[in-house]
Structures are given as C-alpha cells and as structure tokens.
C-alpha cells in the first residue's frame, strides 16, 4: 500500500524481498541497487571493496559534465577522508550552536507570519527556497545578501535548468567568495578555508572549492524535499499536527520519522575497484553499486509496518543521512530545520489546507518513486 507521504506503493518492496538487489539503467549502464537496510549498512563500511573515490561518479546521475572538482569529503576514501572531514566539521557542527538555533528559529517563525497574511503560498518556490537558503548563510556565517542570490538558483545547483553552464558559475561564484575571503579574512566558510592548512600545507583552490561544492549542491534539494514533504504530509493529515501540538516532545521522534518516511536521498554510488559479484551481478572494476537509502528505509525486517508514517517510532535506524565514515557532514543542520518547523508550525498554524500540487517524481527503467513536490501551493489558516 502506498505511504502517507508517497502517493504509490514503495517499488524496492519486491526486489528487496526477492534477492536484496535491483538492477537499473543509469546513464546508458545497468548499476545493481543494494536494497536491503542491514546489506546498506555493510557495504557503507567497506570502503575498500565500495570506495567513493570517484570523483564526480558518486552522485547518480554522475555529474562529470556540470562540475569539474572533486566533492569534499565525500569523494575521498579513509583515511583521507577523515583528515578532509575534520576540517569542514566545525562549521556544520554550527547548527548545534544556541546562536544559529536561535537564527533558524527567527528565520522559520518569519517566514509563516508572512504565510499566515497571504491568501495562499507555494511551499518549494516561495518557503522551502528561501528557507533552506537563508538558513544556510547562518550555518556558513555568511551575509543574508548572499542567501538571496542562492534562493535564485532553484531547486538544484546542477540539475535545474542547463547543468553545465550553472556548474561553471558556480565555480566561477566560489572563486569570487574565496578571492574575497582571502583579501578580508573574517569567520565565514570561505573565509575560513583560505586560511586552512591540510597535513601541514595549505588547501589548494582545487580543494577550496571541492568543499563549496558539496556545501552548496549536497543538501539543497534534499532540504528543500523535507520541508516540502513534511508540510504536504501535515496538510493531509491535520491529527498529526495537532498531535505534536500537544506533544511538543515527540518532535524529535517525529523528525526522525520524516527523514525515514521521505528519504530524501534515494541513493548514491560507489565504485568498485577490483571485479565483485554482487548477489550473481558481476561488477567490472571502475564500475558502480548504488546504496538505496529509500530502499533501506522502509525494509520490513527492520521497521514494522514500514509504509505508515508513526511519529513516535522508536528506535528508527533510519539510513536518510547515510552511514559508516561517509554519515551526512550536513545531518545536523537538516535535523535544525525540520524540528523548528515542526515547533513553529505547532506555535502558529492551526491548520494547513493543499490548493493545488504537482508530486516530484524521480522516473528511472526500473523504478518509479514520488520525492516530495514540483510544486505545493498551500493555506495556512492562523492558530488562535
């Protein structure tokens, strides 16, 4: 049966009982999909059999004609990888900080007052945009200005509109901020990194923007997703709001729930360096496997009634964030997010009425799967 969340039924359910694997066309090459939440997790810790050591193959699709450096620390292998994450941690750990709660919660309560005196919003363009946008300025200790050229760039940095040359402003924005950073040091990002040593040297530009790279593209349209997905799933189901009205201690519990139930990531590659059989599929080396997060999500050996959205679910070893070394650098700003809407949406909306709406979804040869929405224009109605 199809999930609150998800208009059609979960098309990995089949597969992942039959033999934990599909095999899909991507980009003219057929990629087996690890289905199964238990196989996920043991194949996220082998590095040396399913290395990420890829650059610009570890997205799916491959993003070799958009980008032209290597995602940093994504797409480094251990021990590397461990030296790379300990440099760009500080700032996503910032999320964590009383200062950047206090901003988000300031930011989100803003923006469903404005909601609140309009007759109607669309929630990607108009709300999840600029908030996803304006909350990273605060993680990244940026400018807001900055945050408003950011919300011009869509749902993706990549994959909205013409890949390559967004790719290539992207680059060329980067170094503007790096450039600048370097000639007036202050406590930004990109400030930051141009004054950052890496095993006794200095980060080259290459690897500066390696880390704008995955700040900017490796949470955009997954941020954005949640919001989308959490608010279209409120509006259709208004007793689970009022739920955590009166039981604001359950939003973390239920923002756990969301990451599981959307899965806003619904997989990402590794390769393979030497031939490997995966379930009777031969993988030649340099060839890919794909770790299914959605899949995993909603595998039934794990999670009971996986298809029902329970927002006291506990415990939930969701794999949304990922897992092993590579677990999501941008786990805690997400969470941020999703629990002071849940908080602010509890605090001043009393209900949340759909208009109109076109689902998001991701059409593969083997597999379709909804992911949130195109578009989601919605009524607040206020809280008295």
């Known amino acids: 049966m199809p999930c609150p969340i998800h208009s059609q039924p979960d098309p990995f359910a089949e597969p992942r009982r039959a033999n934990g694997i599909l095999v899909n066309e991507f980009q003219g090459k057929a990629i087996p999909m690890i289905l199964r ?16 050591d ?7 699709p491959s993003e070799e004609q958009v980008r032209s450096v290597r995602q940093l620390p994504l797409e480094v292998d251990p021990p590397l990888h461990g030296d790379y994450r300990e440099i760009a ?19 989100i309560s803003s923006l469903l007052a404005d909601a609140l005196q309009r007759d109607s919003i669309e929630i990607v363009r108009e709300f999840a945009i600029p908030l996803q946008s304006r909350a990273l300025a605060h993680l990244l200790n940026m400018p807001q200005s900055e945050a408003e050229i950011w919300i011009n760039w869509g749902t993706h940095v990549f994959r909205e509109g ?26 930004s990002f990109f400030s930051a990194l141009s004054r950052t040593n890496f095993q006794g040297r200095p980060l080259t530009r290459e690897e500066m923007l390696g880390y704008g790279s995955i700040m900017f593209a490796g949470g955009r349209d997954t941020v954005i997703n949640s919001i989308s997905g959490v608010i279209g799933y409120l509006s259709k189901n208004p007793e689970a709001l009022e739920f955590l009205r009166e039981n604001p201690k359950k939003i973390i519990n239920a923002s756990e729930e969301f990451f599981r139930a959307i899965s806003p990531v619904t997989h990402i590659g590794r390769v393979c360096p030497v031939k490997t059989d995966v379930h009777g599929t031969e993988v030649a080396a340099g060839e890919l496997i794909t770790l299914c997060f959605a899949s995993a999500n909603h595998d039934e050996t794990v999670f009971e009634n996986p298809e029902e959205v329970r ?18 650098l941008g786990a805690p700003h997400a969470r941020l997010i999703v629990r002071t809407l849940l908080k602010c949406l ?3 909306v009393h209900r949340i009425e759909i208009l109109t709406m076109e689902e998001k979804i991701e059409r593969e040869e083997s597999y379709n799967r909804t992911l949130a929405y195109e578009f989601l224009k919605v009524r607040f109605s206020r809280l008295s």
């Open 37 to 52: 939440h238990e196989e996920l997790r043991r194949t996220a810790k082998d590095w040396q059999t399913f290395s990420s």
């Open 54 to 60: 890829a650059p610009m193959r570890v997205p799916i």
């Open 89 to 107: 941690e500080p700032f996503f750990n910032r999320a964590k900080l009383p200062e950047v709660i206090a901003a988000v919660e300031i930011l």
């Open 162 to 187: 013409d890949g390559s040359s967004k790719g290539a402003a992207l680059e060329k924005y980067m170094n503007g901020l790096f450039d600048h950073g370097e000639a007036i040091p202050s406590d």
């Open 311 to 328: 927002l006291e679910r506990k415990p939930n070893p969701h794999v949304a964030f990922g897992f092993g070394p590579h677990l999501c």
């Open 346 to 348: 509890c605090e001043q």
